[in-house]
Structures are given as C-alpha cells and as structure tokens.
C-alpha cells in the first residue's frame, strides 16, 4: 500500500481569502465528529473565513451543514479517495481522530493529494507526521477556538 509519502506536499495556503481544510473519511463520533462540529459552531460564531470539506461521509451531516462552514461530498470508493480530496482544493488536511489509531489510510489519501494535515498528538498518525515534517500534531483536547486560529495562522489569515 502506498504511504503517500512520496507525494509533494504544498504549504499551507489560502484560497481565495478562505482556510479550506478537507477531513477525510467516514466521520463518527472516534473519528473526530464532536471535534469537526464544534470547530464549524466556532468559525460560524466568529464569522471565521474557514470552510470544512469532508471529503465523504458523517454520523450527521445536517448539524454540520446548520453552521454554513461545512461541506459534505459523500461516500467515495477507496479507488476514488485522493482524486476526491484533491478537487476540493483544500489549504490542509485534518485528521479530527480522538482515538490512537493504528495507522490511518486516510493519513495516507491526504498525503497522496499533496496536503500537509494536522493531527492529534496521539497514535499512529501523530508519529507518522513526526517522522516525515508532512503536517502538524497539536494537543489532544485544543479547544475549536484555538484549533480554528492555528488553521488560520498556518494559512497565513
């Protein structure tokens, strides 16, 4: 399987005035959605110039689409994941995981469609991006203000 290391990834940048950051996957409650919610409430609160794009599915999107600040492609193929991610034209990849994963083939699809992620400082993803400088880990449990401001910052808003 491809570690999507291999792949350039760009630097974090702006689109357009906005941080578009693209979650990938199947998003439940382990992979992150409480986290992916209460980022969107944040930026909608604050009228932050972030949109969120998962790239396939939640546990609830309507709660999502109720911030203004999320997108929801739909489920995709494994065969369709990098293309999919890189058409959204994302600035970074986020991988909202709560749990130590053990590796994270999403880790990999973010990779392959040239984005840095941020991630959790825990489990498998956290010490993937330690080894290869190819995204952020931040601290399990940043509250979404200060997740949402770190985004903005590593796009330069």
Request: glycine fraction near 10%.
């Amino acid at each position: 399987a491809a570690t999507g290391t291999d792949a350039p990834a760009a630097r974090p940048s702006a689109k357009n005035g906005v941080c578009r950051v693209c979650v990938a996957g199947s998003i439940g409650q382990h992979k992150g959605y409480d986290v992916l919610l209460a980022c969107a409430r944040d930026a909608a609160a604050n009228r932050l110039p972030i949109e969120y794009i998962v790239a396939g599915d939640t546990i609830d999107d309507e709660a999502l689409f109720e911030t203004g600040h999320v997108f929801v492609t739909g489920t995709y193929r494994p065969d369709e994941g990098v293309d999919l991610i890189r058409r959204q034209d994302a600035s970074l990849g986020f991988l909202p995981s709560v749990w130590p994963e053990t590796w994270s083939f999403v880790l990999s699809e973010l990779w392959s469609a040239g984005l840095q992620v941020a991630v959790f400082d825990i489990g498998a993803p956290a010490e993937r991006v330690a080894a290869t400088g190819r995204g952020f880990a931040m601290p399990l449990g940043l509250p979404p203000e200060a997740t949402n401001r770190l985004f903005l910052r590593l796009v330069g808003l």
